[in-house]
């Protein structure tokens, strides 16, 4: 994985004296750990951790891994129609980043002391979450693009703060979690850009598309800042880097020169560039449809998770084959 091409410069002076001295107790440990936070230094998986720290980086990095997998449904569902093999090709390639994001992450997330297996469980039970914008249908090709340009693009402003933040093991995943992402964008971008200069249905397959996934999108940085009561703590522990409004803030301002060289109207009539905070005014999404969505009733909730439950259970032989295999390599070695 990408964390063997790093040099681990992440552990600071302080908390590598700690860890070889055996009789800390709590207090002193608590105090490296947040001096590595203060010092804006990488906590690895064998230093101490505040509980608290350790529940809420599983919490994340587990909810961000079963993004990524749930997310392979919705644009895989146009593999076998993609309209030209070049469209098939990056297709394919993209949903495969996909499936090696959710693998990375659950690398991550293992390191925290949970298994992979445990973390699935847990999300085809419903005890743990994925992005709300993967209970939302792909209804065209365009939706292809749609994805790419928004939902990787929401990706990427949510993302490329995460290379900074102190787990080492989640923030090391996240730099080549970034670049793919970015190449998932652009060929959204590209395939929008095509369809917009051919024939007036395909520019108001692209329209229909932007106005069905324009709000969802901004609802992919969480609830606003003063209903989100988490995220003080994770800022304070560097897991965080950014408030959603930030994030949200951020997104709003990178997309809509992009929707205007596209040429597509984004569905908000409030947009408007303010000249004096310097950013784009925009309306607030619908929050009721947020808080359904990840109460489990947007339009594909149940069938995100039915598919991904059948997935687990056509794919026990392979665990128990690998798992057989290894022991026999393991008592014959
Ligand atoms: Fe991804
Ligand atoms: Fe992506």
Not at 119 to 135: A, D, P, R
Not at 151 to 161: M, S
Not at 225 to 236: F, G, I, L, V
Not at 296 to 318: I, T
Request: net charge negative; glycine share 6%.
């Amino acid at each position: 994985m990408c964390g063997r091409l790093i040099p681990d410069r992440s552990v600071s002076k302080a908390h590598r004296e700690a860890r070889m001295t055996a009789t800390l107790d709590d207090t002193e440990l608590e105090a490296g750990f947040e001096r590595t936070i203060e010092h804006h230094d990488r906590i690895e998986p064998r230093d101490w951790m505040p509980e608290g720290y350790r529940k809420t980086l599983i919490r994340q990095i587990a909810q961000h891994a079963h993004s990524e997998i749930i997310g392979m449904q919705p644009e895989g569902n146009w593999i076998t129609r993609a309209p030209s093999l070049r469209r098939k090709a990056i297709l394919l390639a993209k949903v495969q980043d996909e499936a090696g994001h959710g693998l990375y992450l659950y690398s991550a997330a293992e390191t925290l002391g949970v298994s992979r297996l445990q973390l699935t469980e847990m999300l085809i039970e419903g005890k743990q979450k994925y992005s709300s914008i993967f209970n939302y249908p792909t209804l065209s090709y365009a939706d292809v693009g749609t994805i790419g340009w928004l939902v990787d693009g929401a990706a990427i402003c949510n993302q490329v703060p995460l290379c900074r933040t102190s787990f080492g093991p989640y923030g090391r995943a996240m730099i080549r979690i970034c670049k793919e992402e970015s190449f998932h964008q652009r060929q959204g971008y590209e395939l929008l850009m095509t369809m917009m200069r051919g024939t007036d249905e395909q520019r108001a397959m692209v329209q229909e598309s932007v106005d069905r996934f324009w709000w969802p999108a901004l609802m992919m940085f969480g609830p606003p800042d003063d209903e989100s009561p988490n995220t003080a703590q994770s800022m304070a522990w560097g897991i965080k880097r950014n408030t959603n409004d930030d994030l949200r803030q951020r997104m709003v301002d990178m997309t809509v020169p992009q929707a205007e060289a596209l040429g597509v109207t984004l569905p908000d009539p409030t947009l408007a560039w303010n000249e004096e905070r310097g950013h784009y005014d925009f309306a607030e999404p619908d929050w009721d449809e947020f808080l359904q969505v990840i109460k489990g009733n947007g339009p594909c909730n149940a069938q995100r998770l039915a598919h991904r439950r059948r997935a687990h259970e056509d794919g026990a032989w392979v665990r128990e084959a690998a798992t057989a295999y290894a022991a026999k390599r393991e008592a014959t070695s």
